[in-house]
Protein backbone atom coordinates (compact mmCIF):
# COMPACT_ATOMS: atom_id res chain seq x y z
CA UNK A 1 0.00 0.00 0.00
CA UNK A 2 2.71 2.46 1.02
CA UNK A 3 5.48 0.91 -0.85
CA UNK A 4 9.08 1.94 0.25
CA UNK A 5 7.92 5.46 0.57
CA UNK A 6 10.47 8.53 1.34
CA UNK A 7 10.31 11.48 3.23
CA UNK A 8 11.72 14.29 2.19
CA UNK A 9 12.43 17.65 3.88
CA UNK A 10 9.91 20.28 3.59
CA UNK A 11 12.57 23.08 2.89
CA UNK A 12 13.33 21.69 -0.19
CA UNK A 13 17.08 19.92 0.70
CA UNK A 14 18.44 16.97 -0.39
CA UNK A 15 18.63 15.71 2.90
CA UNK A 16 19.16 11.87 3.83
CA UNK A 17 16.88 9.53 2.78
CA UNK A 18 14.60 7.82 5.35
CA UNK A 19 13.19 4.26 5.66
CA UNK A 20 9.93 3.16 6.87
CA UNK A 21 11.74 0.23 8.85
CA UNK A 22 13.60 3.06 10.76
CA UNK A 23 10.57 5.43 11.20
CA UNK A 24 8.51 2.81 12.86
CA UNK A 25 10.17 1.11 16.08
CA UNK A 26 7.22 -1.10 16.37
CA UNK A 27 6.73 -3.83 13.81
CA UNK A 28 3.10 -3.60 14.53
CA UNK A 29 3.08 -0.21 13.07
CA UNK A 30 4.97 -0.80 10.76
CA UNK A 31 2.37 -0.66 7.30
CA UNK A 32 5.11 -2.64 5.26
CA UNK A 33 4.84 -5.81 7.73
CA UNK A 34 3.68 -8.89 6.35
CA UNK A 35 0.99 -10.55 7.87
CA UNK A 36 0.10 -13.32 5.09
CA UNK A 37 3.96 -14.39 4.93
CA UNK A 38 4.48 -14.92 8.92
CA UNK A 39 3.74 -18.18 10.29
CA UNK A 40 1.03 -18.70 13.28
CA UNK A 41 4.28 -18.68 15.80
CA UNK A 42 5.22 -15.25 14.37
CA UNK A 43 1.85 -13.13 14.90
CA UNK A 44 2.38 -9.97 16.93
CA UNK A 45 -0.48 -10.63 18.97
CA UNK A 46 -1.68 -14.12 20.65
CA UNK A 47 -4.92 -16.05 19.34
CA UNK A 48 -7.65 -16.79 21.88
CA UNK A 49 -7.73 -20.39 22.76
CA UNK A 50 -10.66 -22.47 21.05
CA UNK A 51 -12.69 -22.63 24.62
CA UNK A 52 -12.85 -18.70 25.16
CA UNK A 53 -16.21 -18.15 22.83
CA UNK A 54 -17.58 -14.19 23.39
CA UNK A 55 -20.77 -13.49 24.92
CA UNK A 56 -22.55 -13.62 22.32
CA UNK A 57 -21.92 -16.57 20.29
CA UNK A 58 -21.98 -18.59 23.51
CA UNK A 59 -25.36 -17.17 23.92
CA UNK A 60 -26.35 -18.96 20.66
CA UNK A 61 -24.70 -22.42 21.21
CA UNK A 62 -26.39 -22.47 24.66
CA UNK A 63 -29.55 -21.86 23.20
CA UNK A 64 -28.99 -24.46 20.32
CA UNK A 65 -28.19 -27.45 23.22
CA UNK A 66 -31.46 -26.51 24.61
CA UNK A 67 -33.21 -26.98 22.05
CA UNK A 68 -31.78 -29.90 21.61
CA UNK A 69 -32.42 -31.28 25.09
CA UNK A 70 -36.10 -30.12 24.55
CA UNK A 71 -35.72 -27.25 26.47
CA UNK A 72 -34.83 -24.32 24.21
CA UNK A 73 -37.97 -23.11 23.14
CA UNK A 74 -38.27 -20.52 25.68
CA UNK A 75 -35.87 -18.22 28.18
CA UNK A 76 -34.81 -19.67 31.33
CA UNK A 77 -37.34 -18.71 34.06
CA UNK A 78 -36.56 -17.53 37.35
CA UNK A 79 -33.09 -16.69 37.23
CA UNK A 80 -31.38 -13.82 38.40
CA UNK A 81 -28.75 -11.81 36.71
CA UNK A 82 -25.72 -13.61 38.92
CA UNK A 83 -27.53 -17.01 38.40
CA UNK A 84 -27.32 -16.33 34.82
CA UNK A 85 -23.91 -15.01 34.32
CA UNK A 86 -22.59 -18.28 36.69
CA UNK A 87 -24.61 -20.84 34.73
CA UNK A 88 -23.05 -19.12 31.23
CA UNK A 89 -19.75 -19.18 33.00
CA UNK A 90 -19.89 -22.78 33.74
CA UNK A 91 -20.68 -23.66 30.24
CA UNK A 92 -17.75 -21.98 28.85
CA UNK A 93 -15.47 -24.18 30.95
CA UNK A 94 -17.00 -27.10 29.05
CA UNK A 95 -14.38 -29.22 26.90
CA UNK A 96 -14.50 -27.97 23.13
CA UNK A 97 -15.11 -30.92 21.73
CA UNK A 98 -18.24 -32.03 23.50
CA UNK A 99 -21.69 -32.16 22.33
CA UNK A 100 -25.05 -32.82 24.48
CA UNK A 101 -27.06 -35.38 23.47
CA UNK A 102 -30.79 -35.95 23.40
CA UNK A 103 -32.57 -36.39 26.17
CA UNK A 104 -34.66 -39.40 26.36
CA UNK A 105 -37.41 -39.84 29.22
CA UNK A 106 -37.50 -42.99 30.48
CA UNK A 107 -40.71 -45.63 30.80
CA UNK A 108 -41.48 -44.55 34.26
CA UNK A 109 -41.18 -40.90 33.14
CA UNK A 110 -43.55 -41.07 30.20
CA UNK A 111 -46.03 -42.89 32.36
CA UNK A 112 -46.04 -40.75 35.38
CA UNK A 113 -46.67 -37.95 32.71
CA UNK A 114 -48.92 -39.10 30.71
CA UNK A 115 -51.28 -40.25 33.84
CA UNK A 116 -51.18 -36.46 34.87
CA UNK A 117 -52.05 -35.40 31.74
CA UNK A 118 -55.05 -37.29 31.41
CA UNK A 119 -56.30 -35.82 34.49
CA UNK A 120 -55.13 -32.09 33.83
CA UNK A 121 -53.17 -31.08 30.24
CA UNK A 122 -52.59 -27.86 32.10
CA UNK A 123 -50.78 -28.28 35.11
CA UNK A 124 -49.63 -25.13 37.37
CA UNK A 125 -45.81 -24.52 38.42
CA UNK A 126 -46.57 -25.98 41.27
CA UNK A 127 -47.82 -29.29 39.84
CA UNK A 128 -44.73 -29.70 37.31
CA UNK A 129 -42.09 -28.92 40.30
CA UNK A 130 -43.99 -31.64 42.40
CA UNK A 131 -43.48 -34.23 39.45
CA UNK A 132 -40.23 -33.21 38.45
CA UNK A 133 -38.93 -33.44 41.67
CA UNK A 134 -40.32 -37.14 41.68
CA UNK A 135 -39.27 -38.31 38.44
CA UNK A 136 -35.49 -36.98 38.62
CA UNK A 137 -36.52 -33.49 35.81
CA UNK A 138 -36.37 -29.75 36.07
CA UNK A 139 -38.83 -28.08 35.48
CA UNK A 140 -38.57 -26.90 32.39
CA UNK A 141 -38.24 -30.47 30.85
CA UNK A 142 -41.48 -31.41 32.74
CA UNK A 143 -42.77 -28.00 31.40
CA UNK A 144 -41.84 -28.35 27.53
CA UNK A 145 -42.69 -31.96 27.49
CA UNK A 146 -46.81 -31.16 28.43
CA UNK A 147 -46.41 -28.32 25.86
CA UNK A 148 -45.39 -30.96 23.15
CA UNK A 149 -47.93 -33.37 24.32
CA UNK A 150 -50.63 -30.60 24.06
CA UNK A 151 -49.63 -29.87 20.81
CA UNK A 152 -49.31 -33.47 19.43
CA UNK A 153 -53.06 -33.95 20.63
CA UNK A 154 -53.97 -31.15 18.79
CA UNK A 155 -52.13 -31.77 15.98
CA UNK A 156 -53.95 -35.81 15.78
CA UNK A 157 -57.41 -34.36 16.80
CA UNK A 158 -56.78 -31.85 13.59
CA UNK A 159 -56.01 -35.16 11.06
CA UNK A 160 -58.62 -36.80 12.96
CA UNK A 161 -61.66 -33.88 11.88
CA UNK A 162 -60.37 -33.76 8.86
CA UNK A 163 -60.83 -37.04 7.54
CA UNK A 164 -64.48 -36.99 8.78
CA UNK A 165 -64.84 -33.47 6.76
CA UNK A 166 -63.12 -35.64 4.06
CA UNK A 167 -65.53 -38.54 3.87
CA UNK A 168 -68.36 -36.26 4.61
CA UNK A 169 -67.65 -34.18 1.87
CA UNK A 170 -67.47 -37.38 -0.45
CA UNK A 171 -70.97 -38.09 0.88
CA UNK A 172 -72.30 -35.36 -0.41
CA UNK A 173 -71.01 -35.10 -3.70
CA UNK A 174 -71.98 -38.85 -4.22
CA UNK A 175 -75.50 -37.71 -2.77
CA UNK A 176 -75.48 -34.25 -5.70
CA UNK A 177 -73.96 -36.68 -8.40
CA UNK A 178 -77.25 -38.97 -7.36
CA UNK A 179 -80.22 -36.58 -7.05
CA UNK A 180 -78.90 -34.92 -10.14
CA UNK A 181 -78.86 -38.35 -12.45
CA UNK A 182 -82.61 -38.67 -10.59
CA UNK A 183 -83.67 -34.86 -12.28
CA UNK A 184 -82.03 -36.26 -15.61
CA UNK A 185 -84.48 -39.03 -15.65
CA UNK A 186 -87.76 -37.96 -14.61
CA UNK A 187 -90.80 -38.14 -16.63
CA UNK A 188 -94.08 -36.43 -16.56
CA UNK A 189 -96.99 -38.49 -15.29
CA UNK A 190 -99.08 -37.92 -17.84
CA UNK A 191 -97.95 -37.40 -20.84
CA UNK A 192 -94.57 -39.39 -20.59
CA UNK A 193 -91.91 -36.43 -22.07
CA UNK A 194 -89.35 -35.23 -19.78
CA UNK A 195 -90.58 -32.90 -16.52
CA UNK A 196 -90.07 -29.29 -16.88
CA UNK A 197 -88.45 -28.36 -13.63
CA UNK A 198 -88.77 -24.33 -12.05
CA UNK A 199 -91.16 -22.31 -11.46
CA UNK A 200 -94.43 -21.57 -13.71
CA UNK A 201 -93.85 -17.41 -14.62
CA UNK A 202 -95.53 -14.73 -13.41
CA UNK A 203 -98.57 -14.45 -16.37
CA UNK A 204 -99.07 -18.09 -15.98
CA UNK A 205 -100.12 -17.57 -12.25
CA UNK A 206 -102.05 -14.95 -12.48
CA UNK A 207 -104.33 -17.27 -15.63
CA UNK A 208 -104.55 -19.73 -13.17
CA UNK A 209 -105.66 -17.34 -9.99
CA UNK A 210 -108.07 -15.84 -12.71
CA UNK A 211 -109.78 -19.62 -13.64
CA UNK A 212 -109.46 -20.81 -9.96
CA UNK A 213 -111.70 -17.88 -9.18
CA UNK A 214 -113.87 -17.87 -12.30
CA UNK A 215 -114.40 -21.64 -11.35
CA UNK A 216 -115.86 -20.93 -7.74
CA UNK A 217 -117.63 -18.14 -8.38
CA UNK A 218 -119.68 -20.28 -10.71
CA UNK A 219 -119.97 -23.32 -8.61
CA UNK A 220 -121.14 -20.70 -5.94
CA UNK A 221 -124.11 -19.36 -8.47
CA UNK A 222 -124.73 -22.86 -8.90
CA UNK A 223 -125.50 -23.91 -5.71
CA UNK A 224 -127.83 -20.57 -4.99
CA UNK A 225 -129.78 -21.25 -8.17
CA UNK A 226 -130.09 -25.11 -6.86
CA UNK A 227 -131.28 -23.78 -3.77
CA UNK A 228 -133.58 -20.74 -4.92
CA UNK A 229 -135.25 -23.49 -7.30
CA UNK A 230 -135.47 -26.60 -4.64
CA UNK A 231 -133.69 -28.91 -6.49
CA UNK A 232 -130.21 -30.54 -5.97
CA UNK A 233 -126.50 -29.26 -7.42
CA UNK A 234 -126.26 -28.94 -10.91
CA UNK A 235 -125.47 -32.22 -12.25
CA UNK A 236 -122.67 -30.29 -14.81
CA UNK A 237 -120.26 -29.55 -12.06
CA UNK A 238 -120.60 -32.82 -9.94
CA UNK A 239 -120.16 -33.20 -6.21
CA UNK A 240 -118.70 -29.99 -5.13
CA UNK A 241 -118.40 -27.77 -1.63
CA UNK A 242 -119.84 -24.28 -1.63
CA UNK A 243 -116.98 -21.79 -1.40
CA UNK A 244 -114.45 -24.17 -3.43
CA UNK A 245 -111.19 -22.79 -3.53
CA UNK A 246 -108.81 -22.87 -6.61
CA UNK A 247 -108.61 -25.76 -8.75
CA UNK A 248 -105.43 -28.90 -8.72
CA UNK A 249 -102.81 -27.14 -10.67
CA UNK A 250 -102.96 -23.72 -8.58
CA UNK A 251 -99.21 -23.06 -8.16
CA UNK A 252 -99.76 -21.46 -4.34
CA UNK A 253 -96.02 -20.55 -4.80
CA UNK A 254 -97.15 -17.04 -5.58
CA UNK A 255 -96.29 -14.09 -2.98
CA UNK A 256 -99.80 -13.37 -1.07
CA UNK A 257 -100.62 -13.51 2.05
CA UNK A 258 -100.30 -16.62 4.13
CA UNK A 259 -103.55 -16.30 4.95
CA UNK A 260 -105.38 -18.67 3.03
CA UNK A 261 -102.72 -21.22 3.39
CA UNK A 262 -103.42 -24.27 0.45
CA UNK A 263 -106.07 -24.36 -1.82
CA UNK A 264 -108.95 -26.94 -0.53
CA UNK A 265 -109.47 -28.77 -3.79
CA UNK A 266 -105.88 -29.99 -3.36
CA UNK A 267 -105.87 -31.66 -0.58
CA UNK A 268 -102.52 -32.65 -1.12
CA UNK A 269 -100.57 -30.44 1.98
CA UNK A 270 -100.36 -31.44 5.36
CA UNK A 271 -102.51 -29.15 6.88
CA UNK A 272 -104.98 -28.89 4.48
CA UNK A 273 -107.36 -25.63 4.21
CA UNK A 274 -110.73 -24.95 3.83
CA UNK A 275 -113.19 -23.03 1.91
CA UNK A 276 -111.37 -19.63 0.05
CA UNK A 277 -112.72 -16.98 1.86
CA UNK A 278 -111.55 -13.10 0.22
CA UNK A 279 -109.42 -10.57 2.09
CA UNK A 280 -112.56 -8.86 3.49
CA UNK A 281 -114.37 -11.93 4.74
CA UNK A 282 -117.32 -12.07 1.74
CA UNK A 283 -119.27 -14.09 0.43
CA UNK A 284 -121.90 -12.56 -1.49
CA UNK A 285 -121.95 -9.08 -3.13
CA UNK A 286 -119.08 -7.84 -1.19
CA UNK A 287 -120.50 -7.99 2.09
CA UNK A 288 -119.42 -9.60 5.83
CA UNK A 289 -120.76 -12.88 5.87
CA UNK A 290 -122.34 -12.40 9.27
CA UNK A 291 -124.00 -8.74 9.19
CA UNK A 292 -123.38 -5.90 11.42
CA UNK A 293 -127.33 -6.37 12.36
CA UNK A 294 -127.30 -9.82 12.67
CA UNK A 295 -123.95 -9.27 15.42
CA UNK A 296 -126.64 -9.20 18.19
CA UNK A 297 -128.98 -12.45 17.12
CA UNK A 298 -125.50 -14.12 16.41
CA UNK A 299 -124.43 -13.28 20.20
CA UNK A 300 -128.15 -14.19 21.81
CA UNK A 301 -127.94 -17.45 20.24
CA UNK A 302 -124.25 -17.89 21.73
CA UNK A 303 -125.35 -17.68 25.22
CA UNK A 304 -128.29 -19.65 24.72
CA UNK A 305 -125.83 -22.60 23.47
CA UNK A 306 -123.77 -22.01 25.78
CA UNK A 307 -126.13 -22.58 28.87
CA UNK A 308 -127.69 -25.44 27.30
CA UNK A 309 -123.69 -26.71 26.67
CA UNK A 310 -123.09 -25.73 30.97
CA UNK A 311 -126.42 -28.12 31.68
CA UNK A 312 -125.65 -30.81 29.61
CA UNK A 313 -121.96 -31.05 31.07
CA UNK A 314 -123.32 -31.18 34.59
CA UNK A 315 -126.21 -33.27 34.23
CA UNK A 316 -126.91 -36.07 35.03
CA UNK A 317 -129.97 -39.12 35.50
CA UNK A 318 -132.86 -38.53 33.63
CA UNK A 319 -130.93 -36.75 30.83
CA UNK A 320 -127.97 -38.87 30.74
CA UNK A 321 -128.59 -42.92 31.06
CA UNK A 322 -125.69 -45.24 30.94
CA UNK A 323 -125.97 -48.26 29.49
CA UNK A 324 -125.88 -51.55 31.45
CA UNK A 325 -123.91 -53.22 28.63
CA UNK A 326 -120.86 -50.47 27.74
CA UNK A 327 -121.42 -48.57 30.65
CA UNK A 328 -121.59 -45.47 28.09
CA UNK A 329 -123.80 -42.34 28.37
CA UNK A 330 -126.74 -42.37 26.29
CA UNK A 331 -129.03 -38.91 25.95
CA UNK A 332 -132.41 -38.70 26.55
CA UNK A 333 -133.78 -37.61 23.47
CA UNK A 334 -137.34 -36.43 25.17
CA UNK A 335 -135.89 -35.05 28.41
CA UNK A 336 -133.42 -33.10 26.10
CA UNK A 337 -136.42 -31.69 23.83
CA UNK A 338 -138.09 -30.20 26.97
CA UNK A 339 -135.15 -28.39 28.34
CA UNK A 340 -133.56 -27.62 25.07
CA UNK A 341 -134.65 -23.82 23.35
CA UNK A 342 -133.40 -25.54 19.85
CA UNK A 343 -136.15 -27.38 17.57
CA UNK A 344 -135.74 -30.81 17.12
CA UNK A 345 -137.05 -32.33 14.24
CA UNK A 346 -136.10 -36.02 15.27
CA UNK A 347 -139.46 -37.58 15.58
CA UNK A 348 -140.63 -35.67 12.96
CA UNK A 349 -138.28 -37.16 10.50
CA UNK A 350 -137.63 -40.14 12.43
CA UNK A 351 -137.41 -42.10 9.32
CA UNK A 352 -134.40 -39.34 7.50
CA UNK A 353 -132.70 -37.92 10.64
CA UNK A 354 -131.50 -39.44 13.63
CA UNK A 355 -129.46 -37.65 16.58
CA UNK A 356 -126.04 -38.79 18.10
CA UNK A 357 -124.82 -37.22 21.25
CA UNK A 358 -121.92 -38.16 23.75
CA UNK A 359 -120.32 -37.25 26.82
CA UNK A 360 -116.98 -37.88 28.32
CA UNK A 361 -114.60 -36.87 30.81
CA UNK A 362 -110.84 -36.56 31.17
CA UNK A 363 -107.71 -34.91 32.49
CA UNK A 364 -105.04 -33.90 30.27
CA UNK A 365 -101.40 -32.49 30.74
CA UNK A 366 -102.26 -29.18 29.26
CA UNK A 367 -103.49 -26.13 30.92
CA UNK A 368 -106.39 -24.05 30.41
CA UNK A 369 -104.98 -21.01 28.73
CA UNK A 370 -102.72 -23.16 26.12
CA UNK A 371 -105.86 -25.48 25.26
CA UNK A 372 -108.17 -22.54 24.61
CA UNK A 373 -105.41 -20.81 22.43
CA UNK A 374 -105.39 -24.03 20.38
CA UNK A 375 -109.17 -24.24 20.04
CA UNK A 376 -109.14 -20.87 19.17
CA UNK A 377 -106.84 -21.30 16.32
CA UNK A 378 -107.93 -23.17 13.27
CA UNK A 379 -104.63 -24.03 12.37
CA UNK A 380 -103.56 -25.54 16.10
CA UNK A 381 -106.88 -26.98 16.26
CA UNK A 382 -105.58 -29.11 13.12
CA UNK A 383 -102.66 -29.91 14.72
CA UNK A 384 -104.12 -30.80 18.06
CA UNK A 385 -106.96 -32.94 16.76
CA UNK A 386 -105.07 -34.48 12.83
CA UNK A 387 -107.03 -38.02 12.89
CA UNK A 388 -110.52 -36.12 13.43
CA UNK A 389 -110.27 -32.63 11.68
CA UNK A 390 -109.16 -33.07 8.20
CA UNK A 391 -109.59 -29.12 6.88
CA UNK A 392 -110.69 -26.52 9.58
CA UNK A 393 -110.92 -22.49 8.54
CA UNK A 394 -111.61 -19.40 10.62
CA UNK A 395 -113.85 -17.59 7.91
CA UNK A 396 -114.98 -14.71 10.03
CA UNK A 397 -114.20 -13.48 13.47
CA UNK A 398 -117.49 -12.21 14.53
CA UNK A 399 -116.77 -10.42 17.71
CA UNK A 400 -113.45 -10.31 19.89
CA UNK A 401 -112.68 -10.38 23.45
CA UNK A 402 -112.04 -7.24 25.37
CA UNK A 403 -108.69 -5.65 25.40
CA UNK A 404 -107.97 -9.32 22.92
CA UNK A 405 -108.69 -11.44 25.25
CA UNK A 406 -110.41 -14.82 24.25
CA UNK A 407 -113.48 -14.85 26.48
CA UNK A 408 -116.07 -13.28 24.50
CA UNK A 409 -114.93 -13.67 21.05
CA UNK A 410 -117.37 -15.64 18.58
CA UNK A 411 -115.50 -16.87 15.36
CA UNK A 412 -117.81 -18.55 12.27
CA UNK A 413 -115.42 -21.33 11.15
CA UNK A 414 -115.87 -24.09 8.50
CA UNK A 415 -114.53 -27.85 9.15
CA UNK A 416 -114.63 -31.28 7.87
CA UNK A 417 -114.04 -34.56 10.48
CA UNK A 418 -113.16 -38.03 8.66
CA UNK A 419 -112.53 -41.39 9.79
CA UNK A 420 -109.61 -43.08 8.93
CA UNK A 421 -111.46 -45.25 6.66
CA UNK A 422 -112.63 -44.58 2.94
CA UNK A 423 -115.76 -46.88 4.04
CA UNK A 424 -117.18 -43.54 5.70
CA UNK A 425 -118.12 -40.19 4.38
CA UNK A 426 -116.86 -37.31 6.36
CA UNK A 427 -118.66 -34.85 7.64
CA UNK A 428 -118.80 -30.79 6.77
CA UNK A 429 -120.16 -28.17 8.38
CA UNK A 430 -120.46 -24.29 9.09
CA UNK A 431 -120.81 -23.35 12.95
CA UNK A 432 -120.32 -20.35 15.31
CA UNK A 433 -117.78 -20.74 18.30
CA UNK A 434 -118.00 -18.89 21.24
CA UNK A 435 -115.53 -18.70 24.29
CA UNK A 436 -116.33 -17.79 27.92
CA UNK A 437 -114.48 -17.67 31.44
CA UNK A 438 -116.04 -18.29 34.33
CA UNK A 439 -113.64 -16.46 36.54
CA UNK A 440 -115.38 -17.47 40.07
CA UNK A 441 -115.50 -21.25 38.96
CA UNK A 442 -111.97 -20.70 37.07
CA UNK A 443 -113.31 -22.54 34.26
CA UNK A 444 -113.75 -22.28 30.32
CA UNK A 445 -116.08 -23.01 28.07
CA UNK A 446 -116.22 -23.25 24.93
CA UNK A 447 -119.38 -24.04 22.68
CA UNK A 448 -119.62 -24.81 18.66
CA UNK A 449 -123.75 -24.12 17.30
CA UNK A 450 -124.85 -24.22 13.88
CA UNK A 451 -125.80 -20.68 12.22
CA UNK A 452 -129.14 -21.77 10.12
CA UNK A 453 -131.07 -19.54 12.39
CA UNK A 454 -129.65 -16.11 11.20
CA UNK A 455 -130.00 -16.97 7.23
CA UNK A 456 -129.76 -19.81 4.93
CA UNK A 457 -126.82 -18.64 2.96
CA UNK A 458 -124.95 -21.71 3.53
CA UNK A 459 -126.70 -24.96 1.65
CA UNK A 460 -126.75 -28.20 3.38
CA UNK A 461 -123.61 -30.48 3.06
CA UNK A 462 -124.21 -34.12 1.31
CA UNK A 463 -124.93 -36.04 3.53
CA UNK A 464 -127.02 -33.95 5.44
CA UNK A 465 -125.09 -32.96 9.02
CA UNK A 466 -126.18 -30.09 11.50
CA UNK A 467 -123.50 -30.04 14.64
CA UNK A 468 -125.97 -28.88 17.46
CA UNK A 469 -124.54 -27.15 20.66
CA UNK A 470 -121.55 -29.14 21.53
CA UNK A 471 -118.11 -28.24 23.03
CA UNK A 472 -116.85 -28.40 26.32
CA UNK A 473 -115.26 -27.13 29.66
CA UNK A 474 -112.27 -26.58 31.16
CA UNK A 475 -111.21 -26.46 34.28
CA UNK A 476 -107.76 -26.17 35.56
CA UNK A 477 -106.19 -28.19 38.21
CA UNK A 478 -103.27 -27.52 41.14
CA UNK A 479 -100.46 -29.63 39.45
CA UNK A 480 -100.85 -27.98 35.61
CA UNK A 481 -103.30 -30.03 34.89
CA UNK A 482 -106.97 -29.53 33.53
CA UNK A 483 -110.03 -31.58 33.24
CA UNK A 484 -112.10 -31.79 30.60
CA UNK A 485 -115.95 -32.10 29.49
CA UNK A 486 -116.69 -32.95 26.41
CA UNK A 487 -120.08 -33.01 25.15
CA UNK A 488 -120.69 -33.98 21.40
CA UNK A 489 -124.04 -34.05 19.76
CA UNK A 490 -125.11 -33.74 15.87
CA UNK A 491 -128.16 -34.01 13.52
CA UNK A 492 -127.53 -36.90 10.86
CA UNK A 493 -128.37 -38.09 8.09
CA UNK A 494 -129.99 -41.98 8.14
CA UNK A 495 -127.81 -43.56 5.17
CA UNK A 496 -126.77 -46.81 5.24
CA UNK A 497 -122.93 -47.35 6.15
CA UNK A 498 -120.27 -50.42 5.18
CA UNK A 499 -121.75 -53.13 8.10
CA UNK A 500 -118.32 -53.44 9.02
CA UNK A 501 -118.57 -49.79 10.31
CA UNK A 502 -122.35 -49.38 11.19
CA UNK A 503 -122.14 -49.82 14.55
CA UNK A 504 -118.80 -47.68 15.45
CA UNK A 505 -120.96 -45.17 13.40
CA UNK A 506 -123.90 -45.24 15.09
CA UNK A 507 -122.72 -45.97 18.91
CA UNK A 508 -120.81 -42.32 18.66
CA UNK A 509 -117.61 -44.26 18.62
CA UNK A 510 -116.50 -42.84 15.17
CA UNK A 511 -117.34 -38.31 15.89
CA UNK A 512 -118.33 -38.82 19.58
CA UNK A 513 -116.64 -37.31 22.48
CA UNK A 514 -114.54 -40.15 23.94
CA UNK A 515 -112.57 -40.02 20.21
CA UNK A 516 -112.43 -36.31 20.73
CA UNK A 517 -110.64 -36.97 24.47
CA UNK A 518 -108.66 -39.52 23.72
CA UNK A 519 -107.16 -37.77 20.58
CA UNK A 520 -106.74 -34.83 22.65
CA UNK A 521 -104.72 -36.93 25.83
CA UNK A 522 -102.43 -38.34 23.86
CA UNK A 523 -101.44 -35.05 21.81
CA UNK A 524 -101.14 -33.67 25.32
CA UNK A 525 -98.66 -36.18 26.10
CA UNK A 526 -96.98 -35.86 23.12
CA UNK A 527 -96.30 -32.05 23.64
CA UNK A 528 -95.49 -32.52 27.21
CA UNK A 529 -93.16 -35.49 25.75
CA UNK A 530 -91.83 -32.83 23.54
CA UNK A 531 -90.93 -30.56 25.86
CA UNK A 532 -89.76 -32.69 28.48
CA UNK A 533 -85.81 -32.29 29.61
CA UNK A 534 -85.42 -35.26 31.81
CA UNK A 535 -86.35 -38.32 29.88
CA UNK A 536 -83.33 -41.13 29.23
CA UNK A 537 -82.79 -41.69 25.51
CA UNK A 538 -82.20 -45.26 26.47
CA UNK A 539 -78.73 -45.17 24.24
CA UNK A 540 -81.20 -44.31 21.03
CA UNK A 541 -81.98 -40.87 20.74
CA UNK A 542 -78.18 -38.73 21.42
CA UNK A 543 -80.01 -35.87 22.40
CA UNK A 544 -83.00 -33.77 23.02
CA UNK A 545 -82.87 -31.86 19.42
CA UNK A 546 -83.12 -35.49 18.02
CA UNK A 547 -86.15 -36.54 20.11
CA UNK A 548 -87.28 -33.17 18.71
CA UNK A 549 -86.84 -34.21 15.60
CA UNK A 550 -88.03 -37.47 15.45
CA UNK A 551 -91.20 -36.56 16.78
CA UNK A 552 -92.36 -34.04 14.64
CA UNK A 553 -91.82 -36.50 11.79
CA UNK A 554 -94.01 -38.49 13.89
CA UNK A 555 -96.59 -35.80 13.95
CA UNK A 556 -96.23 -35.31 10.19
CA UNK A 557 -96.34 -38.92 9.15
CA UNK A 558 -99.32 -39.25 11.12
CA UNK A 559 -101.28 -36.44 9.24
CA UNK A 560 -100.64 -37.80 5.80
CA UNK A 561 -102.11 -41.58 6.64
CA UNK A 562 -104.96 -39.77 8.01
CA UNK A 563 -105.14 -37.84 5.08
CA UNK A 564 -104.46 -40.38 2.32
CA UNK A 565 -106.48 -43.30 3.62
CA UNK A 566 -109.75 -41.00 4.26
CA UNK A 567 -112.38 -39.15 1.95
CA UNK A 568 -111.46 -35.91 2.31
CA UNK A 569 -112.42 -33.40 -0.55
CA UNK A 570 -114.29 -35.62 -2.34
CA UNK A 571 -111.60 -38.18 -2.55
CA UNK A 572 -112.99 -41.05 -4.13
CA UNK A 573 -111.90 -44.78 -4.03
CA UNK A 574 -112.19 -47.80 -6.63
CA UNK A 575 -113.32 -51.12 -5.58
CA UNK A 576 -110.59 -53.69 -7.28
CA UNK A 577 -113.36 -56.62 -7.14
CA UNK A 578 -117.44 -56.57 -6.19
CA UNK A 579 -116.87 -58.54 -2.57
CA UNK A 580 -117.82 -56.70 0.00
CA UNK A 581 -115.24 -58.12 2.90
CA UNK A 582 -111.55 -57.58 2.37
CA UNK A 583 -111.96 -55.66 -0.75
CA UNK A 584 -108.98 -53.51 -1.97
CA UNK A 585 -109.37 -49.90 -2.77
CA UNK A 586 -107.28 -47.38 -5.07
CA UNK A 587 -107.52 -43.78 -5.36
CA UNK A 588 -104.66 -41.30 -6.72
CA UNK A 589 -103.92 -38.16 -5.32
CA UNK A 590 -101.70 -35.68 -6.96
CA UNK A 591 -98.98 -34.25 -4.86
CA UNK A 592 -98.18 -30.06 -5.41
CA UNK A 593 -96.61 -29.19 -2.13
CA UNK A 594 -93.19 -27.81 -1.94
CA UNK A 595 -90.53 -30.17 -0.58
CA UNK A 596 -92.32 -33.09 -2.67
CA UNK A 597 -91.78 -34.12 -6.04
CA UNK A 598 -94.63 -33.43 -8.49
CA UNK A 599 -96.16 -35.96 -9.84
CA UNK A 600 -99.60 -38.61 -8.60
CA UNK A 601 -99.22 -40.97 -5.28
CA UNK A 602 -100.94 -44.03 -5.84
CA UNK A 603 -103.04 -45.16 -2.53
CA UNK A 604 -104.02 -48.90 -1.69
CA UNK A 605 -106.70 -49.77 1.33
CA UNK A 606 -107.72 -52.76 2.66
CA UNK A 607 -110.55 -52.81 5.74
CA UNK A 608 -111.24 -56.15 7.85
CA UNK A 609 -112.70 -57.09 10.68
CA UNK A 610 -110.48 -59.24 13.75
CA UNK A 611 -112.35 -60.83 16.68
CA UNK A 612 -110.01 -59.61 18.80
CA UNK A 613 -110.40 -55.84 21.49
CA UNK A 614 -108.18 -52.88 19.27
CA UNK A 615 -106.03 -53.14 22.59
CA UNK A 616 -104.77 -57.18 21.67
CA UNK A 617 -104.33 -55.71 17.78
CA UNK A 618 -101.90 -53.04 18.60
CA UNK A 619 -100.02 -54.45 21.17
CA UNK A 620 -99.24 -57.56 18.70
CA UNK A 621 -98.34 -55.56 15.77
CA UNK A 622 -96.28 -53.18 18.11
CA UNK A 623 -94.27 -55.78 19.44
CA UNK A 624 -91.31 -57.00 17.32
CA UNK A 625 -90.77 -60.36 18.53
CA UNK A 626 -94.30 -61.34 17.29
CA UNK A 627 -94.80 -58.97 14.03
CA UNK A 628 -93.64 -62.19 11.41
CA UNK A 629 -96.98 -63.80 12.47
Known amino acids: MFGDCQLFSSMGMGGNAVSSDSLYSSPIQNPNFNFMAMGGNNLPFNIFPPNIIPKEENGLLKSKEEMDSGSGSEHIEGMSGNELETEQHQQQQQQPGKKKRYHRHTARQIQEMEALFKECPHPDDKQRLKLSQDLGLKPRQVKFWFQNRRTQMKAQQDRADNVILRAENDNLKNENYRLQAALRSIMCPSCGGPAMLGEMGYDEQQLRLENARLKEEFERVCCLVSQYNGRGPMQGI ?56 EKSTAMELALSSMDELVKMCQAADPLWIRATDSGKEILNVEEYSRMSPWPVGIKQNSNELRIEATRSSAVVIMNSITLVDALLDANKWIELFPSIISRAKTIQVVTSGVSGHAS ?222
Open 238 to 293: GPTTPLLPPSLELDMSINFSRKFEEPMANCSTEMVSVPFIPENNSQFSGGPIILEE
Open 408 to 629: GSLQLMFMEMQALTPLVPTRECYFLRYCQQNVEEGTWAIVDFPLDSLHNNFPAPFPYFKRRPSGCIIQDMPNGYSRVTWVEQAEVEENPVNQIFNQYVSSGMAFGAQRWLGILQRQCERLASLMARNISDLGVIPSPEARKSLMNLAQRMIKTFCMNISTSCGQSWTALSDSLEDTVRITTRKVTEPGQPNGLILCAVSTTWIPYNHFQVFDLLRDERRRAQ
